[in-house]
C-alpha cells in the first residue's frame, strides 16, 4: 500500500511504515529523524490518491495517515460555533471529505468548498488546493480554512492561522507537504443546502461555451460551474458521473458524428425548502441568452449528498470490473483565460481528438482567481480568470506511456504559443522545472523550507528538495 498510489505509474518501497495511533506518534517520529545524525524522510500518506509517488518514501517512512481514523470516530470531525467564526469543523488531516460531508450534514451544515471527489483527505486536498465546480464562487477548499495544527519538520506541533503562526499556515496550504503533517484543520462550514437542479448543456462551438461559463461564473446565482469535451472517440457517459439516459446518449452520438467534438457545460443551483418553489424560474433566468445546441439540454434534480457523491457510483462499477487500479498518467492544468482558445485548437483539436488517444474524461472549466490568496503556496497562472484543464487518462500497463507522451507534446505546445499554463498537482523531474513552476515564489517557499524543514525530512515524493 505505501509503495503504490491511484497512478500505478511509480513504485517505491520505503524502508518502514508508521501506523499512528495517535498524532504524539508522528511526532516522536518526526522528532527521532530531525535529531538523527542522518536524518531519514518521512511522508504522509493520506489516501493516497496521487498519481505520481508524491506520497511515497523511498528508503523513508511513510506515515499511513488513515490509521488516525478508527471506526466512528466522532472525535475526527467536530462541529462547533464562535461569533467571530460562524459554523466551523474541527476536522482530523486523515478525515475523508466523504466522512466530513455525512458528519457536518447531522448539524444541517457542510463544507462550501469541495472536489469531485470525497475519497480523498483534508491533509491531502489542503496539501494541494482542493478545487471544483464551486471554487469560482467559494474559492479552492484551501480558502476555506481557519486554522491547522501542523508538525514541522523540526518535531515542532504549531497551532498556525492567518493571525498565528502565518507564515506557517500560508506556506502549508497547497505546500505539497514540505513544511509539516496538518494533523488538524479547521474548516468552513455553512447551512446545508438539501437538493440541487443540475444541468448540462452541449455546444460544437468552443468559443461560445467558454462564453456562457466565464458568463456563468461572473453573475450571481450557479452555486457550481464546470465543463467537459466528449469527442467520436468517447462516451458522453463516464466515471466521473452518468448523467445521459440511452435516448439521450444516441442523440448526442448523432450530433458527435457530425461535429467531432462537443463540448458539456456542466451547471448546479443549489435549493432547499425555502425555495423549492422559486427555484426553477431563478434557473431559467440564469439560462436565458446561453447558445447551446438547440434542445441539447438535460436537467436533473438531485439530492445535495448524491451530486456532491456523483463519482463514486463510476467509481465502484470500475472496481467491479478490475478497471479502477489501472495506471492513470493524469495531466491537470490551470491555463490562463488569454490562452483558452489557442489551447482549445492547439490541444483538444489537433492532439486529443486527431490522434484518437483519449481515454478518460477531460475536464475544462473556468475560474475566479480573486478567491486564491497568493501568499498560499499554490501556484496559479496570474490572470484573473483561469480555466482548470483535467486530462484523467486511464491506460493499459502496456500502453500508458503513449498518454504520457501525449501529455509532454500538451506541455511543450503550451510553451511554444506562449500560454503560460501551470500544473496542478504538479510532477517535475529537475530543480530547474520547480523553480520555474514556483516563479516569483520559489525564493519564498525555499525560505520556508529552511525554516520548517530544514533538514528535507517531509514529502520527498514530490522530489522538490530530496536528493536520491
Ligand atoms: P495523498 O496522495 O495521500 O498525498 C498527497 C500529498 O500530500 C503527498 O505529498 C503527501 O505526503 C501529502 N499529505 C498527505 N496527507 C497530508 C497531511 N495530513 N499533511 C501534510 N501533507 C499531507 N483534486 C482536486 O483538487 N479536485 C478534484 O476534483 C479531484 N478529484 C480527484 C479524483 C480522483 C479519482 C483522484 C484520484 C484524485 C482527485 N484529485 C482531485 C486529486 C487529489 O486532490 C490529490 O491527489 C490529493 O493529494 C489526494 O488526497 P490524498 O489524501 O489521497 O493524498
Avoid at 471544483?132 to 492561522?161: A, W, Y
Avoid at 497547497?174 to 468552513?188: D, E, K, N, Y
Avoid at 501556484?379 to 493499459?396: F, I, K, Q, R, W
Wanted: include cysteine; hydrophobic fraction near 40%; proline fraction near 4%.
Amino acid at each position: 500500500m505505501a509503495s503504490s498510489d491511484f497512478g500505478n505509474l511509480v513504485q517505491l518501497i520505503p524502508a518502514a511504515v508508521l501506523h499512528p495511533s495517535s498524532v504524539t506518534d508522528i511526532l516522536d517520529l518526526i522528532s527521532f529523524s530531525y535529531k538523527c545524525s542522518a536524518p531519514f524522510s518521512i511522508a504522509a500518506r493520506g489516501h493516497g490518491h496521487s498519481v505520481r509517488g508524491q506520497a511515497m518514501a523511498h528508503n523513508g517512512v511513510v506515515v499511513d495517515m488513515t490509521s488516525l481514523n478508527t471506526d466512528n470516530d466522532k472525535n475526527g470531525i467536530r462541529v462547533s460555533w464562535s461569533p467571530s467564526l460562524g459554523f466551523y469543523a474541527d476536522v482530523g488531516g486523515e478525515q475523508l471529505w466523504i466522512d466530513v460531508l455525512h458528519t457536518t450534514l447531522e448539524h444541517g451544515l457542510a463544507p462550501i468548498s469541495w472536489t469531485d471527489y470525497l475519497y480523498l483527505t483534508v491533509g491531502g486536498t489542503l496539501s494541494n488546493a482542493g478545487i471544483s465546480g464551486q471554487s469560482f464562487r467559494q474559492g479552492p477548499q484551501i480558502s476555506n480554512v481557519h486554522e491547522m495544527d501542523v508538525i514541522t519538520g523540526k518535531g515542532e506541533l504549531l497551532t498556525c492561522s492567518k493571525h498565528s503562526n502565518s507564515e506557517l499556515f500560508y506556506a502549508v496550504l497547497g505546500g505539497l507537504g514540505q513544511f509539516g503533517i496538518i494533523t488538524r484543520a479547521r474548516i468552513v462550514l455553512d447551512k446545508a443546502p438539501k437538493r440541487v437542479k443540475w444541468v448540462r448543456m452541449l455546444y460544437h462551438d468552443f468559443s461560445a461555451f467558454t462564453r456562457d461559463q466565464e458568463h456563468l461564473i461572473s453573475v450571481d446565482g450557479m452555486d457550481y460551474v464546470e465543463g467537459s469535451l466528449t469527442t467520436n472517440h468517447s462516451p458522453p457517459n463516464n466515471w466521473r458521473s452518468s448523467f445521459f439516459s440511452l435516448h439521450d446518449q444516441s442523440r448526442i452520438s448523432s450530433i458527435l458524428n457530425k461535429h467531432g467534438i462537443i463540448y458539456c457545460l456542466e451547471a448546479v443551483k443549489y435549493y432547499d425548502d425555502d425555495t423549492i418553489l422559486t427555484v426553477d424560474e431563478e434557473l431559467q433566468v440564469l439560462l436565458e441568452g446561453l447558445s447551446f445546441i438547440p434542445g441539447f439540454i438535460f436537467k436533473k434534480d438531485a439530492s445535495l449528498v448524491d451530486f456532491l457523491n456523483r463519482v463514486r457510483s463510476g467509481e465502484l462499477s470500475l472496481q467491479s470490473k478490475g478497471l479502477w487500479d489501472v495506471p492513470h498518467p493524469w495531466l491537470n492544468l490551470f491555463v490562463p483565460k488569454s490562452g483558452i482558445m489557442d489551447f482549445n485548437a492547439g490541444v483538444f483539436v489537433d492532439i486529443v481528438h486527431k490522434r484518437n488517444k483519449t481515454s478518460g474524461p477531460i475536464l475544462v472549466y473556468p475560474t475566479n482567481r480573486n478567491k486564491w490568496d497568493d501568499r498560499m503556496s499554490a501556484v496559479t497562472p496570474a490572470e484573473d480568470t483561469m480555466y482548470t484543464v483535467g486530462l484523467l487518462h486511464s491506460g493499459g500497463f502496456d500502453d500508458w506511456e503513449a498518454l504520457d507522451d501525449q501529455n509532454k507534446e500538451i506541455l511543450e505546445f503550451c510553451d511554444k504559443a506562449g500560454i503560460e499554463a501551470k500544473q496542478y498537482l504538479p510532477h517535475y523531474r529537475t530543480r530547474e522545472e520547480w523553480i520555474h513552476h514556483f516563479g516569483k515564489k520559489w525564493s519564498h517557499f525555499q525560505e520556508m523550507k529552511a525554516k520548517f524543514d530544514p533538514k528535507f525530512i517531509l514529502s520527498p515524493g514530490q522530489r522538490i528538495f530530496y536528493k536520491d
